[in-house]
């Protein structure tokens, strides 16, 4: 039922993208064409930088990365696009406390942009999930922690669903001279400034199906409700403060929580070049779990992204990350992350990620464990229509828990996926 799910979500989402492109010839619709690409905005959302430094939130990649794919559109002074990322996925995960399923993932986004005289820019994003139709136990991933699926226990060796609404948002900003401006964020749900580049959108991660087990040490904060952040731009300079909502979102994933603005971050990203994108936060989150209301979390992290391309059809993006969350009793917990995506030729791509993390949720006495994952998989596209592929993939996991957490987990916990994508580009 969930794949039958996903497989109308697809089918919509292409014809919808087709219906678009033939409006231009509409009555009344004259003025709305698609946009190529040459003629699209060379500045970025916050600044005069790249369009292509742009991410998720306000957070930067390389410039080096490609341009998000989609349907571009141009509706008198607005810049439109539409993009579409959708998973239909077969899932297995070995040992006691692993399981199977088949569910859909992914995300459909919408932004609409304009461009004022002097160089000021407003931007309206909104994306959507269709986690939630998962249900809220999520999907089987061993060793992923963090949230809840009934408001009673953790959830432990699966990883939540995202909310309907993952990000309905605004940003403005304005230039101040020709390397610098000041810009407003706000979002609910949005993304403050804390961690790296999301990993739905991070472009080596972008093909994975899905999250990172380090998500909550990194980047867990991208779809909090209610987010007000503020920053300036210099060059290839990023300095930004946020005041948002510290709590995780709840297990209703239909809903809209309740905005509480309670928590602060800082960040600070750099792009020394058009390969390199650094950023390195700290934030304070007050209350972010819903079953230990009591514990706040500092967490901490860095990272740097890397791109290039390798030849007309090929290219590599990495992103190494390390995060700490330091828990309100007296508990530090590390992360680490490293991720990279190879395109060897147009329409295949080779992924790879491993990582190792301190955590106190896999080891039922609650003490301190040290786990590590590996994934190794590849992803194959077929162009089915203009702005539309279709890719056919699979990944094999391997687990790594001490022999003390063994009997949990099985002598040699695993995990395989396979997959089918549809995305525009």
Do not use: C
Not at 128 to 148: C, I, W
Not at 360 to 384: M, N, P, S, Y
């Amino acid at each position: 039922m969930r794949l039958a799910l996903s497989f109308v979500l697809l089918s919509g989402a292409s014809a919808a993208l087709a219906q678009s492109e033939d409006m231009g010839g509409m009555p009344g619709m004259e003025q709305t064409q698609t946009m190529p690409e040459m003629s699209m905005s060379p500045t970025g959302a916050l600044g005069y930088y790249p369009v292509t430094r742009d991410a998720s939130g306000t957070s930067w990649q390389p410039d080096a990365a490609e341009h998000m794919g989609g349907l571009h559109l141009m509706s008198s002074d607005w810049m439109l696009m539409g993009h579409m990322m959708l998973f239909g996925i077969y899932d297995t995960q070995s040992g006691p406390r692993g399981d199977d399923k088949f569910f859909a993932g992914g995300m459909l986004m919408g932004m609409a942009r304009r461009d004022f005289a002097g160089g000021d820019t407003l931007t309206f994003r909104a994306m959507l999930s269709p986690d939630p139709f998962m249900g809220k136990g999520g999907y089987p991933l061993l060793l992923a922690t963090g949230e809840t699926a009934n408001g009673v226990t953790p959830l432990i060796d699966r990883q939540h669903p995202h909310d309907l609404f993952m990000e309905l948002s605004g940003s403005y900003s304005h230039r101040l001279t020709s390397e610098d401006s000041v810009f407003v964020y706000a979002g609910y749900p949005g993304e403050p400034a804390l961690g790296p580049t999301a990993f739905p959108h991070r472009a080596s991660a972008m093909d994975f199906p899905i999250a990172p087990i380090t998500h909550h040490w990194l980047d867990s904060t991208h779809i909090v409700f209610g987010v007000l952040t503020a920053g300036f731009v210099h060059d290839a300079w990023k300095l930004e403060v946020s005041q948002f909502t510290g709590r995780e979102p709840d297990q209703n994933r239909f809903d809209f929580d309740s905005p509480r603005l309670d928590s602060t971050s800082v960040r600070a990203g750099w792009n020394p070049d058009e390969h390199w994108s650094l950023q390195a936060s700290w934030g304070h989150l007050k209350s972010p779990e819903q079953l230990e209301p009591q514990i706040d979390e500092n967490r901490t992290t860095a990272s740097a992204t890397y791109i290039t391309k390798l030849g007309e059809e090929s290219s590599i993006a990495a992103t190494f990350g390390w995060g700490m969350k330091r828990l309100s009793d007296g508990t530090d917990l590390n992360g680490l992350l490293a991720e990279a995506e190879y395109r060897p030729v147009d329409r295949w791509t080779l992924f790879a990620r491993g990582e190792w993390e301190e955590t106190d949720e896999v080891d039922a006495t609650g003490r301190i464990r040290r786990v590590g994952e590996l994934t190794l998989g590849g992803l194959r596209d077929f162009r089915v229509a203009e702005h539309l592929k279709l890719g056919l993939g699979a990944l094999y996991t391997f687990d790594f828990v001490p022999s003390s957490i063994m009997p949990p987990y099985g002598s040699d916990p695993r995990g395989f996926m396979t997959f089918m994508r549809l995305a525009a580009n």
